[in-house]
C-alpha cells in the first residue's frame, strides 16, 4: 500500500471507521497481513456485546485478518476491568482466554505486567512457535 493510500484511510483505530480501515489494509493479500482492532478494549464484558463485535467485524472485513486483545499498553488490564469482585478474578481470566482463542484471526494475550506479551516479550523470538498458553495445554490443532 503506497502512502497516499494510506493517508486516504488513516489509522485502524480511528473510531466509527476502525473496521473499514482494516478491511482497506488487510484485503487481497497484497497489503498487510493482519490489523489489530481496538474493539474489546473498552468496558464492556458481555455476550452482546461480543457477538456485536464480531459480527460487525465479519460483515466488514470479508477477506482481511485481525488480531484481538482484551488488553494493551493504553487500558487498565482486562482480569482488573471485567472482574466486579476478587474472587472473580480466575473466572474472568479463563473466560477472556477462552473467548479469545476462540475467535477467527490472531490472538494477543498480554501479562500483567507493563505492554509485554504474554511469555515476557519472548514472542517475536517464537515467530514459528506459538505461545502456550496454559489453559490451552492438551489442544491439538484439527
Known amino acids: 500500500m503506497n502512502m ?7 489509522e485502524v483505530g480511528d473510531g466509527s471507521r476502525s473496521l473499514q480501515t482494516v478491511a482497506a ?21 458481555t455476550a452482546r456485546h461480543f457477538r456485536r463485535c464480531v459480527e460487525n467485524f465479519q460483515s ?30 480466575e473466572r474472568v481470566a479463563k473466560l477472556a482466554i477462552s473467548l479469545l482463542a476462540s475467535l477467527r484471526g490472531h490472538h494477543l494475550p498480554l501479562s500483567g505486567r507493563g505492554a509485554r506479551p504474554a511469555g515476557g516479550g ?20 484439527t
Open 4 to 10: 497516499a493510500a494510506a493517508r486516504q484511510w488513516g
Open 25 to 45: 489494509y488487510t484485503s487481497g493479500g497484497d497489503k498487510l497481513h493482519m490489523c489489530y482492532t481496538f474493539d474489546l478494549l473498552g468496558p464492556e464484558f
Open 60 to 89: 466488514t472485513v470479508t477477506d482481511g485478518w485481525v488480531c484481538w486483545a482484551f488488553s494493551n499498553h493504553d487500558v487498565m488490564r482486562h482480569v482488573s476491568r471485567f472482574a466486579l469482585r476478587e474472587a472473580d478474578r
Open 122 to 141: 519472548a514472542c517475536l523470538r517464537r515467530i514459528a512457535r506459538p505461545i502456550r498458553h496454559p489453559l490451552l495445554a492438551g489442544l491439538r490443532r
